[in-house]
T-cell receptor
Framework: ETGVTQTPRHLVMGMTNKKSLKCEQH?????MYWYKQSAKKPLELMFV???????ENNSVPSRFSPECPNSSHLFLHLHTLQPEDSALYLC?????????????FGQGTRLTVV | QKEVEQNSGPLSVPEGAIASLNCTYS??????FFWYRQYSGKSPELIMF????GDKEDGRFTAQLNKASQYVSLLIRDSQPSDSATYLC???????????FGKGTTLSVSS
């Protein structure tokens, strides 16, 4: 496998469920990100990890909990979500978190909260 | 609040024409600028990046940067129906955090 892979590709969950999104990058990058993409809105940066340390949390509700066990893997743990959390969740990686290198995206997880 | 603004479109051009996509940004200290293309239902893919004022050409694509006016543009020459997609402008902010994206401009190329 190459690039950035995300699983699952689609997820439907109830508001009381707990689920996790997984991301793996095979590019040897140092930084990984979670973005949320909703209809008619810009890509919203949620979390930034650099060398496995969280360096940015953009006021994301605590029902979203990230985890970065190593520089190749990133998780987003979900619990007690709301219907407005339905969106495309994109994982990305880059060589650094300083914004001067391009980000490579996974295919995304289409999340529907019912 | 750091912002990246794009006209959401849709921008419609005939096949073979030049498509011009524009983006403005609010942070005067921004250093790096990227254009991504996103097909419907797919993830964004990088087309070009530009760091210095002026033009940068890559095949049918030209990125133009004017830091004094705080805008960056993407020109697509000889537009093809396969260029129909949403084009996202992304900028790094002065603090060196992750890329900030605009809403994207939807381009439709008719054959």
């Amino acid at each position: 496998e190459t690039g950035v892979t995300q699983t699952p590709r689609h997820l439907v969950m109830g508001m009381t469920n707990k689920k996790s999104l997984k991301c793996e990058q095979h590019l040897g990058h140092n930084a990984m990100y979670w973005y949320k993409q909703s209809a008619k809105k810009p890509l919203e940066l949620m979390f930034v990890y650099s060398l496995e340390e969280r360096v940015e949390n953009n006021s994301v509700p605590s029902r979203f909990s990230p985890e970065c066990p190593n520089s190749s893997h990133l998780f987003l743990h979900l619990h007690t979500l709301q219907p407005e959390d339905s969106a495309l969740y994109l994982c990305a990686s880059s060589q650094s978190s300083q914004g001067n290198t391009e980000a490579f995206f996974g295919q995304g997880t289409r999340l529907t909260v019912v | 609040q750091k912002e990246v603004e794009q006209n959401s479109g849709p921008l419609s051009v005939p096949e073979g024409a030049i498509a011009s996509l524009n983006c403005t940004y609010s942070d005067r200290g921004s250093q790096s600028f990227f254009w991504y293309r996103q097909y419907s239902g797919k993830s964004p893919e990088l087309i070009m990046f530009i760091y210095s004022n002026g033009d940068k050409e890559d095949g049918r694509f030209t990125a133009q940067l004017n830091k004094a006016s705080q805008y960056v543009s993407l020109l697509i020459r000889d537009s093809q129906p396969s260029d129909s997609a949403t084009y996202l402008c992304a900028v790094n902010v002065q603090a060196g955090t992750a890329l900030i994206f605009g809403k994207g401009t939807t381009l439709s190329v008719s054959s």
